[in-house]
């Protein structure tokens, strides 16, 4: 037991320098030294005894002499486009045309301009026969179209005027059946305003084709004449009061009326369409009244007449006049 005392005794005193040398800390470098006035100290050289830190992963170490401080440092990024001057142009080292590469350029530019030329020559040329064959038979097309149109109204006014003798004949004939007559009239009313409109239509074209041609054109009015018409269904009208197509022929008479300046009876009539209980249309009434109007218009007009001639003595006054001589 004392011998094992003893031999643990000497190992600790043989391992006690080593365990304090082991905790003792390391030795700082020396600072450099500060350089003095009128001395120089060069870059890349280092004072004496003075160590360079050591740069391993990121972390500077002492004693490596090869290390630098900026080592542990990202890459510097690349410039953008805008900023990159490095000229990458391609320099051309191909020799000058020859004299005769020139005169051959100069061949084949004359030709291609007398291509160009004869090409659009052609070009005209096609264009002005494909649009004088349209025109051509666009015109024939026309003069057909036309020929059939009017063949086709002068059947149809033929066959206006044989309706409208038949209807006349019927009304005639019967003048007061209210089962037919009454409808006999409408139609009728209806064929004479279409033929006044076309019979107003022919005479203006045909006005205008005489100043075209220069010569004076006749009398055309500034409206239709729908007098027939007019007439005719304010008979319906009169006769037929109950008539299940009036409003219609009350319409049609207005319509008819205003179309030739006749407005004040045209807007009676349309009254006595939409106000029946209010307002009452009867052609001779309002005729009768229309020419009270006129004569009194007449007699307004020759009264004024006579008012602007009342200062000035007339002949037949001058004889009821005693004239006396003048005394001297």
């Avoid at 890349?44 to 050591?54: N, R």
């Avoid at 590469?101 to 052609?122: D, H, K, N, P, W």
């Avoid at 009036?246 to 939409?274: F, H, S």
């Amino acid at each position: 037991m004392t011998n094992r005392l003893g031999i643990v005794s000497l190992a600790l005193a043989l391992l006690a320098p080593a365990w304090a040398s082991a905790q003792q800390p390391a030795p700082q470098p020396a600072p450099a030294p500060v350089a003095q006035q009128g001395t120089t100290v060069q870059q890349g050289t280092q004072p004496a005894g003075a160590q360079t830190p050591q740069v391993q992963s990121g972390t500077v170490q002492q004693g490596d002499p090869a290390a630098v401080p900026w080592s542990g440092t990202e890459a510097t990024p690349p410039l953008p486009s805008f900023l990159d001057t490095t000229d990458d142009r391609i320099e051309d080292d191909r020799q000058p045309p020859s004299a005769e590469q020139v005169t051959a350029l100069r061949e084949m530019e004359a030709e291609v301009g007398r291509f160009s030329t004869i090409g659009g020559s052609y070009r005209d040329t096609v264009l002005s026969i494909v649009r004088r064959e349209y025109l051509r038979q666009r015109r024939a097309r026309d003069q057909n179209y036309a020929r059939q149109i009017r063949e086709e109204e002068r059947l149809q006014n033929e066959a206006r005027d044989r309706a409208i003798r038949l209807f006349e004949r019927f009304v005639r004939r019967y003048p007061d059946d209210p089962t037919y007559t009454s409808d006999a009239m409408f139609r009728l009313g209806e064929l004479y305003f279409e033929r006044s409109a076309i019979q107003f239509q022919s005479a203006y074209e045909d006005a205008q084709a005489a100043r075209d041609r220069g010569e004076t054109p006749a009398e055309v009015g500034d409206t239709p004449d729908f007098t027939a018409t007019i007439d005719l269904y304010q008979r319906l009208v009169t006769h037929f009061p109950d008539y299940r197509r009036v409003d219609g022929v009350y319409y049609l008479i207005g319509y008819c009326l205003n179309e030739m300046g006749r407005m004040d009876e045209a807007r009676m009539a349309w009254l006595n369409l939409v106000c029946a209980n209010h307002f009452r249309y009867d052609p001779a009434v309002y005729a009768e009244e229309q020419l009270a109007l006129a004569d009194q218009e007449a007699a307004e007009d020759a009264a004024a007449d006579g008012e602007e001639d009342s200062p000035v003595l007339t002949l037949e006054d001058e004889d009821e006049i005693e004239l006396t001589p003048p005394t001297g």
